[in-house]
């Protein structure tokens, strides 16, 4: 059974740090891992997507890495602004099916 | 390209009444799932549809809740009776092959039981 962690639970750093997100999984037999962020009542919108096959994956500010072998990823966050505050989530697909098993996210306040 | 639609948005009922919830996925994407989002929780798998056909199914709590998927395109997902510890965000989902492929959301549907 996959679990997935994410640390830390929340963070508040100033406006235009850059900052690491942490995501880590027990089954390293994976397909693909998902970095979602989710604004306060509102759905998840997908940030990035790793396959398994990839270290890494860019877009914009966010820079996502996978280590399949230590059951980790990171999404790093550079020039943090307010706008990027929300609530961050990873997942992963359970076992031999593709439904997504999620962490319990990691709450981001930038400060302005 | 339109995303995923789900309504309503919001939905207050009274214990032991039953509750509706409806979502249209993106065109052409053959796998819709359901999950709940509990407070403070990321988002649990509840059912996953491949076309009109149910892929998993092993977290719904079947005594109450209920989904189907006609024509292989809307899914509406119901729960009777509701309890207390379903109030939730019911979140839908849909992407266009099994695995390796990118999930995308609705806004969901907040549901409170009272």
């Known amino acids: 059974k996959q679990e997935v962690t994410q640390i830390p639970a929340a963070l508040s750093v100033p406006e235009g740090e850059n900052l690491v997100l942490n995501c880590s999984f027990t089954?390293?037999?994976?397909?693909?891992l998902q970095w979602f962020r989710q604004d306060p009542g509102k759905g998840l919108t997908s940030l990035l997507l790793?396959?398994?096959?990839?270290r890494e994956q860019t877009s914009g500010r966010l820079n996502a890495s996978l280590d399949k072998s230590s059951g980790r990823s990171t999404l790093y966050i550079a020039a943090s602004q307010p706008g990027d505050s929300a609530t961050y989530l990873c997942?992963?697909?359970?076992?031999?099916?593709?439904?997504?098993?999620f962490g319990k996210g990691t709450h981001l306040i930038i400060q302005p | 390209e339109a995303g995923v639609a789900q309504s309503p948005r919001y939905k207050i009922i009274e214990k032991r009444q039953s509750v509706a919830f409806w979502c249209n996925p993106i065109?052409?994407?053959?796998?819709l799932y359901w999950y709940q989002q509990i407070l403070g929780q990321g988002p649990k798998l509840l059912i996953q549809?491949?076309?009109?056909?149910?892929?998993?199914d092993s977290q719904l709590p079947k005594d109450r809740f209920s989904a189907e998927r006609l024509k292989g395109v809307d899914s509406t997902l119901k729960i009777q009776p509701a309890k207390l510890e379903d109030s939730a965000v019911y979140l839908c989902?849909?992407?266009?092959?099994?695995?390796?492929?990118?999930?995308?959301f609705g806004q969901g549907t907040r549901l409170t039981v009272v």
């Open positions: 989902a849909s992407s266009q092959f099994p695995a390796n492929t990118e999930a995308f």
């Open positions: 089954d390293s037999a994976i397909y693909n």
């Open positions: 790793i396959q398994s096959s990839q």
């Open positions: 997942a992963l697909p359970r076992g031999g099916a593709d439904g997504l098993t």
């Open positions: 065109s052409g994407h053959a796998t």
């Open positions: 549809f491949q076309n009109n056909g149910v892929v998993d």
